[in-house]
């Protein structure tokens, strides 16, 4: 008995409609990258693991699919290591490369790596795909890709000012209402210096990055469990749970961090960056969100994710500033910030609110009726003076009953279907059906061309 096809679990399968759909955001995110002056650049789908473990925190590591050495992995193991069933041991001992996590790491690689080619500030956009091995739900895939732009080599918020602009053109441009929450880094630390836990600055940013996610009392229990005293969680929570206008709320943030000089600095960031978006006129809501904490370690000022508002759905965008990534790979003091937009939250959110241009799935603009052996020829003539004009047109293979041919134009929502017979032969005109309105014109190839472009 032949074995059932299937696919991996966080996977998934897109067929030519979906493609289309999924080729209009990407299509629609790189004229924005272009537009604002960034370069496309590719890295491996592998890296070896050196270059990814260590860059995520503990629970990122964790999720870095491992791809096992080819050959006999096991020839270096003893029998004694095996017994211990030491995952961690035996995985740095059977893999020396991974999937990429994000695009970020790898990224800063590539810096570190090509530098003597490259001019800086160095503004790159990248397109493809990243793997995480994450429990698959609603809008969390094991494969998915990111559409990341970055600026490394500049220190100027006008940097982060840029790309929250750029976020607002994107999902302006896609139709999407959002909202792009914002906070820093150097906020939080300040919060943990105030509580007298500054050593536990990574425990609380990756606890109350997950107050969307399970709520507050859940990340309480999981800052006890970090060993956070009580006093400390009683102190987090009215930073926690902020209201009022941004202004109002970085005026409280000014009282509450007054003593603390990595909190007033990030204080500083968030009014400069908060205080230039205000005034380019975006549509979109820019929150100030102090529970915003993003897990990954290294970020080290901005940092803000995206939400759309009309759909649940977890962070569609998501990015912030890293002063020292590239320095685990050797090259100290570059400073970087970018953003990713999760192209395949984004294709779930335009499918719910069904968002896409009518034409987005049409990929054939007219197709021709096959009659035969002349009519089909002359009417590849007719499509190869269409393409060269732009026009993507083809011909029906079989000369098939025409029922059957208009089904078929049909199910590819191909919205002309042009008929060559022979009356069209005899006067050189072509019979061009529009197949919303029904409407049949007898029209020369100069018609056509100048009908459909």
């Known amino acids: ?7 991996p679990k966080g996977t998934r399968d897109f067929s030519p409609e979906e493609m289309a759909k999924r080729n209009y955001i990407f299509d629609t995110i790189k004229q924005v990258f272009l537009l604002y002056g960034f370069q496309q650049i590719e890295t491996p789908a592998m890296e070896n693991l050196s270059t990814l473990m260590g860059k995520y925190g503990e629970e990122g590591d964790k999720l870095l699919f491992k791809i096992l050495n080819s050959g006999d992995f096991l020839r270096e193991a003893t029998d004694e290591q095996l017994k211990e069933r030491n995952y961690v041991h035996l995985t740095n001992q059977f893999c020396e490369k991974g999937l990429r996590y994000d695009l970020t790491v790898p990224f800063a690689r590539y810096v570190v790596q090509h530098r003597a080619e490259l001019q800086f500030p160095f503004k790159r956009y990248q397109i493809q795909p990243v793997w995480r091995a994450d429990r698959p739900q609603k809008g969390r895939y094991r494969e998915f890709y990111q559409c990341d732009a970055d600026v490394v080599g500049s220190d100027s918020l006008f940097n982060e000012v840029e790309l929250v602009a750029m976020i607002d053109e994107v999902f302006n441009r896609l139709g ?15 919060i943990a210096e105030m509580i007298g836990a500054p050593e536990k600055i990574v425990d609380i940013t990756v606890a109350i990055d997950k107050i969307d996610k399970i709520g507050i009392e859940n990340v309480n229990a999981e800052l006890r469990e970090k060993e956070l005293s009580e006093d400390a969680i009683a102190t987090l929570q009215p930073l926690l749970q902020l209201t009022g206008s941004n202004d109002e709320k970085l005026a409280t943030l000014d009282k509450l961090l007054a003593t603390s000089e990595i909190g007033k600095k990030g204080i500083e960031e968030l009014r400069f960056l908060l205080g230039h978006v205000a005034e380019l006129g975006m549509k979109s809501t820019v929150e100030l969100d102090v529970s915003l904490a993003r897990g990954l370690n290294y970020y080290t000022g901005t940092i803000l994710e995206v939400k759309a508002n009309d759909v649940e759905m977890g962070s569609i965008t998501g990015g912030g500033r890293y002063d020292n990534l590239t320095g685990v790979f050797g090259m100290e003091g570059v400073s970087g910030v970018g953003i990713s937009f999760g192209a395949d939250r984004i294709f779930d959110v335009l499918n719910t609110l069904n968002l896409y241009p009518a034409d987005t799935c049409t990929s054939t603009k007219v197709i021709f009726a096959n009659f035969g052996d002349e009519e089909a020829k002359a009417s590849l003539k007719y499509i190869m003076a269409l393409r060269k004009e732009g026009i993507s047109g083809e011909l029906y293979p079989e000369s098939s009953k025409m029922k059957k041919q208009i089904g078929y134009a049909n199910a590819k929502k191909i919205p002309f279907f042009a008929i060559v017979g022979e009356s069209e032969l005899a006067e050189g005109k072509i019979a061009l059906k529009d197949m919303t309105s029904g409407e049949q014109l007898h029209l020369t190839i100069e018609e056509v061309i100048a009908k459909l472009k």
């Open 1 to 7: 008995m032949a074995q059932k096809p299937s696919i």
């Open 176 to 190: 999407v209402n959002i909202t792009i929450k914002i906070n820093n880094r150097k906020v939080l630390s300040g």
